[in-house]
């Protein structure tokens, strides 16, 4: 083990350089112009799972590896809807989860912000039209701050999107 | 193979039905291969309705004197077909365990009541759809949906108390409900109940295109995207007898292990994290990420979806991509050893996953636990060798099978298995076949129209275990019927063993040793 952690500081690390100001303007336009001035430059993200086919999932969890390292930018994933300022909501809506979708938010204190991540919880997956999902994804049930497209979207959409909800837009 | 052709004898082959005979039997049959299910003589594989009817995927081992064990590499499957005119038909899970949730989702979502069933409790439907038994051949509209009370099973005892978990958990997972009752610190019982994530994809499979029905397969369980697409396809390529381009099976192996070690090295990283010991994950967590970036140069997808079609592959390997994945391959053996051996020596971290949530040989067997959690429990069953499909007939590999059955043999196999997927990624490179055909036929055969209905039944090694598909093809091509069965059926309710007389906080510890999939068995 020693010899691992030696090596860890001798070798450069794998992060990798952040998205530019002019990637994550485009992003921040469709946003809500007061979320950077009510949370200042950090976030507190409670992941839910409408109903994904966790591949969504796979991709939130690459964010914390060590190439995208998400917790650098003051972006951090808690264990509680108490505790969070965005919902990062994946997954078609399920009809079986969508009061637990609804009760995760309520559950979740003001100022609050909702992320639709993949292309289902947009409404337009494989999925929207069966007789066990909403119809038209996370907006059908929630007020949608942001959406990032994908299936499922890469580290870095999902990265963007949720950098671009803590930065001011290009004026 | 004798319990099988006892059974053939007792009911009429069905034509049409590939790889396997599809047998049509009366209700004597039925109980029968319930019987012998019981006695452990065959493994269930499945049990699914399909309008007025049911089906039973069956498994015998070879002449081998210990069942379960596999030595033999002659497994052959059978399915028994069992109409239902009267809307009801004998439970196999009064007598075998592993079948009591498929039947209650056969009745949820059929209206097809299995006999005798020990548990008459709904299991996928929460009274929330806006149909009630949507494939049955005549759903009934809900006027007004409404969650249902579910009564958990009771524990009864002094000073017991309950824990609801879910179905939003603490982490980044899929959703479920787990109900704990725990005497202090020690677990009594666990039930789950899952279902939450039912998107209805049987039902969105039924009448769709060969095309739209495989994005849906790729798309039942995310992390298993390679393997359900490739058990969709060679359903279909068995129900159309289509031959696969040489050069196309082995693309499919390549992704296929691509996958397998991709998931075990996340995993490894993940069960050590949840011990406390989040320098594995940081390390697995960049060899895993390592290989999504190989095959999002390579194949175009991160986690290569929608590559695998019926008929072939949509996607090349050029040599410079082959070079990439050498690369890959290289990158990876100059690390890993030295990272099992860190988790081999580290006696903090075995404290927790030695003798943590074992499942006994005995009920890995009963239930067929495929995977990892089989393999740990000494169920040495892999499709890729019992039930071989190309390229793995031609390529050399071990089957890693321990059998202390706790959190700790489920990461051995892990570690072993990802070293397999290294060397059939090499295999792969090695034997990859550059063939003279003309550039549109080398990856992927056109899928004509058969003129008639035809059946597929096809099993296929993802990294949790065996995944089954079985396809029914009309005239037109489309498809009428198509079951998906995912290995983590015969997992879950080995979790609720696993954790009995263990304490509440090393749940987290079994349950990311299991890994079972939500959205794979919801359906």
Redesign the interface.
Same mark, same amino acid.
């Given at each position: %083990?020693r010899? =691992? @952690?030696f090596q860890g500081l001798t070798r450069s690390p @794998?992060t990798e350089a952040a998205p530019t100001q002019a990637e994550l303007a485009a992003l921040a336009r469709d946003l809500d112009r007061t979320a950077q001035a009510r949370l200042g430059h950090s976030l507190s993200i409670r992941?839910? +799972?409408?109903? *994904? !086919? &966790?591949? !969504? /999932? =796979?991709?939130?969890?690459?964010l914390? &590896?060590?190439?995208y390292d998400l917790e650098r930018f003051g972006l951090r994933?808690v264990? *509680?809807?108490r505790h969070a300022d965005v919902l990062l909501v994946t997954?078609?809506v399920? @009809? &079986? %989860?969508? /009061?637990?979708l609804v009760r #995760?938010y309520d559950a979740t204190p003001n100022p609050k912000w909702v992320v639709a991540a993949g292309t289902c919880a947009l409404g337009d997956?494989?999925?929207a +039209? *069966?007789?066990? !999902?909403e119809k038209g994804g996370v907006a059908a049930v929630l007020n949608v701050d942001l959406v990032i497209p994908g !299936?499922?979207p #890469?580290p870095i959409d999902l990265l963007k999107g949720l950098l671009a909800l803590m930065e001011r837009p290009a004026v | 193979m004798a319990v099988f052709a006892e059974l053939s004898r007792q009911g009429k082959q069905m034509a049409a039905h590939r790889p396997c005979p599809r047998i049509l039997v009366e209700e004597e049959a039925w109980r029968a291969a319930a019987a012998v299910l019981a006695e452990g003589k065959l493994t269930l594989l499945g049990l699914w309705g399909d309008g007025q009817a049911v089906h039973m995927a069956l498994l015998e081992d070879g002449p081998d004197e210990d069942p379960g064990k596999f030595s033999s590499t002659r497994c052959e499957t059978l399915v028994l077909t069992l109409a239902c005119p009267l809307g009801s038909f004998p439970s196999v899970g009064a007598v075998h365990a592993p079948a009591i949730r498929l039947e209650r989702a056969i009745r949820d979502l059929f209206a097809l009541i299995p006999r005798g069933l020990p548990d008459e409790r709904p299991w996928l439907d929460h009274g929330r759809w806006r149909l009630e038994h949507p494939l049955s051949s005549t759903p009934g509209e809900r006027l007004k949906p409404a969650p249902v009370a579910y009564p958990f099973l009771p524990a009864e005892g002094e000073g017991l108390h309950q824990i609801p978990v879910g179905p939003v958990h603490a982490g980044i997972i899929e959703p479920g409900h787990f109900r704990f009752n725990a005497s202090g610190e020690t677990v009594v019982r666990l039930e789950e109940r899952l279902g939450y994530t039912h998107k209805g994809i049987e039902s969105l499979m039924a009448g769709a295109s060969l095309e739209t029905a495989a994005c849906l397969a790729g798309r039942v369980s995310g992390d298993s995207t390679v393997a359900y697409s490739l058990a969709f396809a060679q359903a279909v390529e068995a129900a159309l007898d289509l031959s696969v381009p040489p050069r196309a099976v082995y693309l499919r192996a390549l992704m296929a292990e691509l996958e397998r070690l991709a998931n075990h090295l996340g995993d490894i990283g993940a069960i050590c994290n949840d011990a406390a010991f989040a320098m594995m994950l940081a390390q697995c967590g960049v060899l895993r990420e390592r290989v999504l970036r190989a095959a999002h140069e390579v194949f175009g997808h991160r986690l290569m979806m929608d590559r695998i079609l019926p008929g072939g592959v949509t996607v090349d390997l050029t040599p410079a991509g082959a070079t990439r994945i050498r690369e890959l391959l290289a990158s990876i053996r100059a690390v890993f050893p030295a990272l099992a051996d860190l988790y081999d020596k580290t006696a903090s971290l075995q404290d927790r996953t030695s003798g943590t949530g074992i499942v006994a040989p005995a009920l890995a067997c009963r239930f067929g636990a495929g995977g990892y959690i089989g393999r740990a429990s000494g169920r040495s069953f892999d499709t890729r060798r019992h039930l071989a499909y190309p390229p793995y007939d031609t390529l050399a590999f071990e089957v890693p099978t321990f059998f202390e059955g706790d959190v700790n043999a489920r990461i051995w196999v892990r570690i072993r298995e990802a070293e397999q997927s290294l060397s059939l990624i090499e295999q792969s490179l090695d034997n990859l076949p550059r063939d003279n055909l003309a550039r549109d036929d080398r990856l992927q055969v056109s899928v004509t129209d058969i003129g008639e209905t035809r059946e597929g039944l096809a099993l296929v090694e993802g990294f949790r275990g065996d995944i089954l598909v079985s396809v029914r093809i009309d005239a037109g091509g489309r498809i009428e019927r198509c079951h998906l069965r995912d290995p983590s059926w015969f997992q879950w309710p080995l979790l609720e063993v696993a954790i009995e007389g263990n304490i509440v906080a090393d749940f987290p510890l079994c349950n990311k040793s299991f890994n079972c999939s939500y959205s794979g068995p919801d359906m």
């Amino acid at each position: %083990m020693r010899k =691992l @952690l030696f090596q860890g500081l001798t070798r450069s690390p @794998l992060t990798e350089a952040a998205p530019t100001q002019a990637e994550l303007a485009a992003l921040a336009r469709d946003l809500d112009r007061t979320a950077q001035a009510r949370l200042g430059h950090s976030l507190s993200i409670r992941e839910v +799972d409408a109903g *994904s !086919c &966790n591949g !969504c /999932e =796979l991709e939130i969890h690459a964010l914390g &590896n060590a190439f995208y390292d998400l917790e650098r930018f003051g972006l951090r994933f808690v264990a *509680s809807p108490r505790h969070a300022d965005v919902l990062l909501v994946t997954g078609p809506v399920t @009809l &079986n %989860m969508r /009061e637990a979708l609804v009760r #995760t938010y309520d559950a979740t204190p003001n100022p609050k912000w909702v992320v639709a991540a993949g292309t289902c919880a947009l409404g337009d997956g494989v999925f929207a +039209d *069966s007789y066990a !999902c909403e119809k038209g994804g996370v907006a059908a049930v929630l007020n949608v701050d942001l959406v990032i497209p994908g !299936c499922p979207p #890469t580290p870095i959409d999902l990265l963007k999107g949720l950098l671009a909800l803590m930065e001011r837009p290009a004026v | 193979m004798a319990v099988f052709a006892e059974l053939s004898r007792q009911g009429k082959q069905m034509a049409a039905h590939r790889p396997c005979p599809r047998i049509l039997v009366e209700e004597e049959a039925w109980r029968a291969a319930a019987a012998v299910l019981a006695e452990g003589k065959l493994t269930l594989l499945g049990l699914w309705g399909d309008g007025q009817a049911v089906h039973m995927a069956l498994l015998e081992d070879g002449p081998d004197e210990d069942p379960g064990k596999f030595s033999s590499t002659r497994c052959e499957t059978l399915v028994l077909t069992l109409a239902c005119p009267l809307g009801s038909f004998p439970s196999v899970g009064a007598v075998h365990a592993p079948a009591i949730r498929l039947e209650r989702a056969i009745r949820d979502l059929f209206a097809l009541i299995p006999r005798g069933l020990p548990d008459e409790r709904p299991w996928l439907d929460h009274g929330r759809w806006r149909l009630e038994h949507p494939l049955s051949s005549t759903p009934g509209e809900r006027l007004k949906p409404a969650p249902v009370a579910y009564p958990f099973l009771p524990a009864e005892g002094e000073g017991l108390h309950q824990i609801p978990v879910g179905p939003v958990h603490a982490g980044i997972i899929e959703p479920g409900h787990f109900r704990f009752n725990a005497s202090g610190e020690t677990v009594v019982r666990l039930e789950e109940r899952l279902g939450y994530t039912h998107k209805g994809i049987e039902s969105l499979m039924a009448g769709a295109s060969l095309e739209t029905a495989a994005c849906l397969a790729g798309r039942v369980s995310g992390d298993s995207t390679v393997a359900y697409s490739l058990a969709f396809a060679q359903a279909v390529e068995a129900a159309l007898d289509l031959s696969v381009p040489p050069r196309a099976v082995y693309l499919r192996a390549l992704m296929a292990e691509l996958e397998r070690l991709a998931n075990h090295l996340g995993d490894i990283g993940a069960i050590c994290n949840d011990a406390a010991f989040a320098m594995m994950l940081a390390q697995c967590g960049v060899l895993r990420e390592r290989v999504l970036r190989a095959a999002h140069e390579v194949f175009g997808h991160r986690l290569m979806m929608d590559r695998i079609l019926p008929g072939g592959v949509t996607v090349d390997l050029t040599p410079a991509g082959a070079t990439r994945i050498r690369e890959l391959l290289a990158s990876i053996r100059a690390v890993f050893p030295a990272l099992a051996d860190l988790y081999d020596k580290t006696a903090s971290l075995q404290d927790r996953t030695s003798g943590t949530g074992i499942v006994a040989p005995a009920l890995a067997c009963r239930f067929g636990a495929g995977g990892y959690i089989g393999r740990a429990s000494g169920r040495s069953f892999d499709t890729r060798r019992h039930l071989a499909y190309p390229p793995y007939d031609t390529l050399a590999f071990e089957v890693p099978t321990f059998f202390e059955g706790d959190v700790n043999a489920r990461i051995w196999v892990r570690i072993r298995e990802a070293e397999q997927s290294l060397s059939l990624i090499e295999q792969s490179l090695d034997n990859l076949p550059r063939d003279n055909l003309a550039r549109d036929d080398r990856l992927q055969v056109s899928v004509t129209d058969i003129g008639e209905t035809r059946e597929g039944l096809a099993l296929v090694e993802g990294f949790r275990g065996d995944i089954l598909v079985s396809v029914r093809i009309d005239a037109g091509g489309r498809i009428e019927r198509c079951h998906l069965r995912d290995p983590s059926w015969f997992q879950w309710p080995l979790l609720e063993v696993a954790i009995e007389g263990n304490i509440v906080a090393d749940f987290p510890l079994c349950n990311k040793s299991f890994n079972c999939s939500y959205s794979g068995p919801d359906m």
